[in-house]
T-cell receptor, first 117, second 112 residues
Framework: DTGVSQDPRHKITKRGQNVTFRCDPI?????LYWYRQTLGQGPEFLTY????????KSRLLSDRFSAERPKGSFSTLEIQRTEQGDSAMYLC???????????????FGPGTRLTVL | GENVEQHPSTLSVQEGDSAVIKCTYS??????FPWYKQELGKRPQLIID?????GEKKDQRIAVTLNKTAKHFSLHITETQPEDSAVYFC???????????FGTGTRLTVIP
């Protein structure tokens, strides 16, 4: 499968615990995005990486959230001290930027559904 | 930032009929408008997109139109089939920005 993959697909945790999600983008894509989607809503932007650099963070990304893309390939999203309001689908997307010969079209992974009890 | 509104929130059509979903955006600097289809429990899948230098784009039964002056764009699906049933999201991206701003989605049901 050459698409975007995410792991785990589902995560149930207790309030106050830390969780970490992983995203593997399409292999040649240099851009990576994290979005959050709650029931009945469209995805909301969280953060963006170009290669290993985190270039943009939404105000939705509180101090409890941290994301990394250490080698410009896979990325992790960690949520510390989870709250019930963090329950959502966390989607990862990747694209190939225009300067790298791409169209910047974003392709999404299947998401990680987080439930905080 | 950009604000994207999408209507209707639900749409039911008979198989074979056409479906139209409309979106408006607020930022005249937006220049890229993709449409995603999301089936229950699955990833959003790009079905068609349009850039601001084009007024219309068609791919088989799916077409998108863009009116930059009015700041709205629409998805048209002709000869609908039951497998078209899903939630459809429009989105917009501002020039120079990296993220997409999504509408709230339209749940399309095609009745056999």
């Amino acid at each position: 499968d050459t698409g975007v993959s995410q792991d785990p697909r589902h995560k149930i945790t207790k309030r106050g615990q830390n969780v970490t999600f992983r995203c593997d983008p399409i292999s040649e894509h240099n851009r990576l995005y994290w979005y959050r989607q709650t029931l009945g809503q469209g995805p909301e932007f969280l953060t963006y990486f170009q290669n290993e650099a985190q270039l943009e963070k939404s105000r939705l990304l509180s101090d409890r959230f941290s994301a990394e893309r250490p080698k410009g390939s896979f990325s992790t999203l960690e949520i510390q001290r989870t709250e019930q309001g963090d329950s959502a689908m966390y989607l990862c997307a990747s694209s190939l930027g225009p300067r790298s010969g791409g169209t910047d079209t974003q392709y999404f992974g299947p998401g990680t559904r987080l439930t905080v009890l | 930032g950009e604000n994207v509104e999408q209507h209707p929130s639900t749409l039911s059509v008979q198989e074979g009929d056409s479906a139209v979903i409309k979106c408006t955006y607020s930022d005249s600097a937006s220049n890229y408008f993709p449409w995603y289809k999301q089936e229950l429990g699955k990833r959003p899948q790009l079905i068609i997109d349009i850039r601001s230098n084009v007024g219309e784009k068609k791919d088989q039964r799916i077409a998108v139109t863009l009116n930059k002056t009015a700041k709205h764009f629409s998805l048209h699906i002709t000869e609908t089939q039951p497998e078209d049933s899903a939630v459809y999201f429009c989105a917009a991206k501002e020039t120079g920005a990296n993220n997409l701003f999504f509408g709230t989605g339209t749940r399309l049901t095609v009745i056999p």
